[in-house]
């Protein structure tokens, strides 16, 4: 991820989709369309029967994933050759439960032996991250993506820019993933990030959704996360790939 923002710093467009759906061996297929359409990163969500921050649109694809069969080890089957089309960062996101009844450490090494980039656990506690978990991370050489909100001070945001890496994630406000968002406040919240200095360089997610949403953050970060808006697009969708490459050229284009 390191060589994608020394390159690339800003507009950056980071496209969230849920592992399994709409079916459940379409994952490599989206991936590929994502590539394809031009998105710079990919983020995989592990489905999960209690997404706590995600909206209903994703809690629902998460349920839908998980009835077709997804888990996490079927998914790193999926993934074992990824790399042999896909160039562009990848990182995982979901939450600690499954992946502590899988084993951290044997999450860690199957992702880094598929060639993900990094992961995002939302609720992973800080204090957890600095005492075991940010060594397990380092052994395998992955990035750690941690959360920031409006609501988040300027020393908490200081001290989670210096536990992650690859980037900041930037949550445009407390609610869940999927809903309205009004920009002035984002806005002014970005510019406020700006100001502190950070290590490492910021996406903003949640309500970011189409072309016109993306262009009003662009200026004010180093880009976007969209996932909620392609998941809906794919939910009508019966070519995946070609529906995740016509989404992503119609945020970009």
Not at 132 to 156: A, M, N, Q
Not at 215 to 237: D, F
């Amino acid at each position: 991820m390191e060589l994608l923002f020394k390159d690339k710093s800003e507009a950056v467009l980071n496209v969230y989709f849920t592992a399994g759906y709409p079916t459940l061996d379409s994952t490599i297929e989206i991936m590929n369309g994502i590539q394809e359409g031009g998105a710079d990163l990919i983020e995989i969500g592990m489905p999960y029967s209690d997404p706590l921050a995600d909206g209903p649109v994703i809690q629902e694809s998460s349920g839908v994933a998980l009835q077709n069969g997804m888990t996490i080890e079927y998914l790193f089957t999926q993934l074992k050759d990824f790399r042999k089309t896909i160039s562009i960062p990848v990182v995982l996101m979901g939450y600690m439960n499954p992946v502590l009844q899988y084993g951290f450490e044997k999450f860690c090494q199957k992702a880094a032996e598929v060639a993900i980039d990094g992961f995002i656990l939302p609720d992973l506690p800080v204090y957890e991250f600095e005492h075991h978990y940010g060594e397990i991370l380092k052994k395998y050489g992955l990035d750690f993506v941690f959360l920031v909100t409006p609501e988040t001070s300027e020393t908490r945001v200081k001290q989670l820019d210096q536990l992650s890496s690859g980037f900041l994630y930037a949550v445009s406000s407390s609610s869940t993933t999927g809903n309205e968002k009004d920009f002035s406040q984002v806005t002014a919240y970005l510019n406020r990030l700006k100001t502190y200095g950070l290590k490492n360089p910021f996406l903003v997610g949640f309500g970011i959704k189409d072309k016109s949403t993306f262009e009003l953050v662009k200026p004010h970060a180093n880009g976007a996360i969209i996932g909620s808006a392609i998941i809906k697009a794919l939910s009508a969708s019966n070519n995946p790939g070609a529906t995740a490459k016509a989404f992503v050229e119609s945020v970009l284009n």
